[in-house]
């Protein structure tokens, strides 16, 4: 007796059935296939090894006279806590009051205001940057940011300077605490100012996500500095001195990455 023929329609089912993968395990695939592109993305984007030395040098230059310029401002503030440049420095930024230019600085200021913000942006980046395979960079950008809070703690306690008062300037944002350096520049060079000089050592061309976090990290390191004044939370030379002894700190943890990166630490093995 012959035996009875499956239909073909039925096997067809039966095999798109068997071909068809869990939710979960389709979502995987994906998210993996996203990370490889961006890591391949990246990786095209790299650089030749002696031009990442050649760009890194040069940014390194421009920060030497820094530490030096720093520790004569502190010295002067330490012993004359209010100048009169400073507070007529801060009258003249108050004397735009146009709500645009208030809310722009007050924006600006933003992120460093909320320790959860702060500390959300350091970790993101370190994390998208791990993903990436940039594990150096990575370790180096929340270990620059932990040091330059830390060391702003320090500072501000040294010199021991208070913030402006409302009896000299227009306090349109109050701050606690001691006044030099900033917190919020030190913050900003350590973070933006890291990203910014990832994207001129490591990365070549005009791929879009160069160019926009170039233009982001520049205006939050350019306009932090103005955005303290105006809201009356520092002097101008706090500012000064914070864009100092920042770009001190950058130049030193520059000068260690470009040094651990020549000699290929954390770098990523390519299996043959």
């Keep these: 007796m012959q035996e009875p023929k499956i239909p073909s329609n039925h096997v067809n ?9 869990p939710p979960t395990e389709a979502l995987q695939e994906y998210t993996q296939d996203v990370i490889e592109e961006v890591h391949q993305e990246v990786e095209a984007a ?5 031009l990442t030395m050649r760009r890194g040098r040069i940014l390194l230059f421009l920060y030497t006279l820094q530490l030096a310029l720093f520790g004569a401002l502190a010295w002067w503030v330490h012993y004359n806590p209010i100048l009169a440049i400073d507070v007529i420095i801060t009258r003249e930024f108050q004397e735009n009051q146009s709500p645009l230019l208030k809310y722009t600085m007050l924006a600006i200021s933003y992120p460093g205001n909320v320790l959860l913000i702060s500390v959300g942006l350091v970790l993101l980046a370190t994390v998208i940057l791990w993903i990436v395979h940039l594990r150096l960079e990575a370790i180096m950008l929340v270990s620059l940011s932990a040091i330059s809070a830390l060391l702003n703690a320090l500072l501000k306690i040294i010199v021991e300077r208070p913030r402006p008062t409302a009896g000299l300037v227009d306090i349109i944002q109050a701050a606690n605490g001691l006044s030099f350096p900033s917190g919020h520049v030190m913050a900003y060079i350590a973070f933006w100012g890291f990203l910014f ?13 160069r160019i926009c976090l170039m233009i982001i990290s520049a205006l939050f390191v350019i306009l932090v500095g103005p955005s303290r004044i105006y809201l009356g939370d520092h002097w101008a030379s706090d500012v000064l001195g914070s864009y100092l002894i920042g770009g001190a700190l950058l130049e030193v943890a520059l000068w260690l990455y470009l040094t651990l990166k020549e000699r290929g630490v954390l770098a990523r093995k390519v299996s043959v």
């Excluded at 039966?14 to 993968?21: F, I, M, P, S, Y």
């Excluded at 000089?197 to 990365?203: A, E």
Aim: proline share 0%; hydrophobic share 40%.
């Design 13 to 21: 089912e039966q095999e798109l059935v068997g071909e068809q993968k």
């Design 46 to 50: 790299r650089v030749t090894s002696y």
């Design 197 to 209: 000089s990832l994207c001129v050592i490591l990365f070549k061309g005009l791929e879009w996500w």
